[in-house]
């Protein structure tokens, strides 16, 4: 069921010159706010320490090409990161969010497959819009942007000149009134000068790549990085469903929730899923979570406190006694300790931009080290619930978030 593999990372800046040799890394920036330039820079060193240590990455030994980046804001209405869509001859080969703040790490999220925003994606989201014509009403946007609507997940903003807004995402039409389409306040960030010193390391190895310059002999250890890395197999991807059984979409908690109980039905407790649909599956979770419907905000949410609970009443209404279910503490070493057992893991993650809460299932973890650290390179491996979403999506651990919640179940009680 697990996998652990670290390889050493070789000569990395001189495969950078072939993968990207068309890219331009000339630098401006302010000094709080990154520029393009320079999150390209970022892109590029997450793509080669990946592909460098690790032989089974789809970018390994590929040309992966950087598509120009999209601005994405959240919701204080200033940009918050840099979008880059990746393409392998011509194909989606998943994209790489980069912070757009200098005092934060420089990677928030990654994935290999495709993410839900692309050129033909926000063409959608703009026809989705004209498509209301016939509903009467249409509304010509006074503005619209790219949104972050949590980790890895992104969405289109339209803002309208009545003071309402919409944001389009593949799952959802998040409808915003004029009282509550108003700006968050912007926290204020702590000089981080770990990240500020890696960005300025980065920024000097990338440097202007084919050239005498390029950064293959500099002295920032950028040739010794290690990959630590673990994940737990045949953890499925379900997606949030509309159905009549409730109303709205399934929901992100007990969505995530069924990928944990289809995974131990799979491993030895056929109990949990025997003579259930994955909609009955859903509808059974839902109800014991006290998953309900928001039609102001058209979601699902669930308590956060009824996931643990929730699980366990349902593998123990299945015939499990002994099923039991804990809130782990929320600390990466409590994660990996809970991925390195063989316990896919229900995320939670707590006042995202718009969605507020959002869960997915946590199934693995990714760790670069750099100059001797991993902090600011540890990644969570998720199954996100969202149809159109890549199936794993790495997360940055400790950003782009305010709070994190971890529940843990076992079916025979045992962790």
Known sequence: MLRIMKVLLLAVCLFASTIFPSLSL???SSNDTVSVTEAKKMAVFQIVMDMKTDDQSPWHNKTVKIQDPIEVYDATETLCSYLFNLTIDGEPAGFIETSALRDEWPILSFSYGESDITSSQLAKYVNKNKD???ENVYKDPLSEKVVLLGPGKFGLKQNFSDGSAKIYSTLETINITKDQNKPKQKHSLKVNQDARNL?????????????SNDGVTDDL??????RDMEIISSVPDLNQINSSLWTGPSGCSPTSAANVMIYWARFGYPE?????????????LREEMGTYYNSEKGTSPTPVNNISPGMQDFARNRGLSEASA??????????R??????FPIVISFEDQTYYGDHSVTGMGYKTFSYNGQTTGHRYMQVHDNSPI???????????????????QFSPDGNY
Do not use: H, K, M
Request: no cysteine; proline share 1%; charged share 25%.
């Open 326 to 335: 804990r809130y782990l503490d929320e600390t990466w070493l409590d994660y």
């Open 337 to 342: 300790w809970a991925i390195n057992d063989g």
């Open 26 to 28: 000339a630098s401006n």
């Open 272 to 284: 949990l899923t025997e003579d259930l649909s994955n909609e009955e599956l859903l509808f059974q």
């Open 221 to 226: 250890s950028f040739e010794t990085g290690e």
């Open 132 to 134: 209301s014509v016939s």
């Open 199 to 211: 960005r300025e390391n980065i920024d000097l190895v990338v440097g202007d790549i084919g050239s």
């Open 389 to 407: 979403t890549p199936g794993t999506v790495y997360i940055a651990w400790d950003r782009n978030y305010e709070g994190i919640f971890f529940d």
